[in-house]
T-cell receptor, first 111, second 112 residues
Framework: SQQGEEDPQALSIQEGENATMNCSYK?????LQWYRQNSGRGLVHLIL?????REKHSGRLRVTLDTSKKSSSLLITASRAADTASYFC???????????FGKGTKLSVIP | EAGVAQSPRYKIIEKRQSVAFWCNPI?????LYWYQQILGQGPKLLIQ????????DSQLPKDRFSAERLKGVDSTLKIQPAKLEDSAVYLC??????????FGQGTRLTVV
């Protein structure tokens, strides 16, 4: 079963705007990861946040984690057309070490 | 460092035929995953290996799917016999335990 659920399912924004995607999960985790997938390509790891961390940054990416609400968000600032892709959250379960993906958010950045 | 290698990239077979996919993970990665990704959906974990032992295969349809990881390195995933609903991209990934996963380009399977 897929544990993570991303929201929204699809998002369309203008270039230069910020994009925010949310992920909710159900069980305890060791860490939560975000991936990007361009159409027809493999998944690329973006960022990993551990269960004892609350926020992490990487370039234009900002990830937050709220374990009390079992949710995470990915913020992409100053979006570019090249950011157009599907974004997935994946949870590494506490104790099980499974890496389970959500259904993804399809982001379209319009030039 | 070399990435995760998968072959073939594409495969078309008729239903009830058999097919095998191969994966060579990143050197030193103990954890290997096989995922099935149906168009428009997220990757679904089929099986996870830790070295050459199975950690989780709860979502592997064991009546038709099998996988092995010989000597804790390369892995093969087999489908026999294939059904139309098996049409998907099969993704292999590897990682250090609980770490970030590195994905191959996947094998796109079409069952006709």
């Amino acid at each position: 079963s897929q544990q993570g659920e991303e929201d929204p399912q699809a998002l369309s924004i203008q270039e230069g705007e910020n994009a925010t995607m949310n992920c909710s999960y159900k069980t305890s985790i060791n860490n939560l990861q975000w991936y990007r997938q361009n159409s027809g390509r493999g998944l690329v790891h973006l960022i990993l946040i551990r269960s004892n961390e609350r926020e992490k940054h990487s370039g234009r990416l900002r990830v937050t984690l709220d374990t009390s609400k079992k949710s995470s968000s990915l913020l992409i600032t100053a979006s570019r057309a090249a950011d157009t892709a599907s974004y997935f959250c994946a949870t590494a379960g506490a104790g099980s070490y499974q890496l389970t993906f959500g259904k993804g958010t399809k982001l379209s950045v319009i030039p | 460092e070399a990435g995760v290698a998968q072959s073939p990239r594409y495969k078309i077979i008729e239903k009830r035929q058999s097919v095998a996919f191969w994966c060579n993970p990143i050197s030193g990665h103990a954890t290997l995953y096989w995922y099935q990704q149906i168009l428009g959906q997220g990757p679904k974990l089929l099986i996870q290996f830790q070295n050459n032992g199975v950690v989780d295969d709860s979502q592997l349809p064991k009546d038709r799917f099998s996988a092995e990881r010989l000597k804790g390195v390369d892995s093969t995933l087999k489908i026999q016999p294939a059904k139309l609903e098996d049409s998907a991209v099969y993704l292999c990934a590897s990682s250090h335990p609980i770490g970030e996963a590195f994905f191959g380009q996947g094998t796109r399977l079409t069952v006709v």
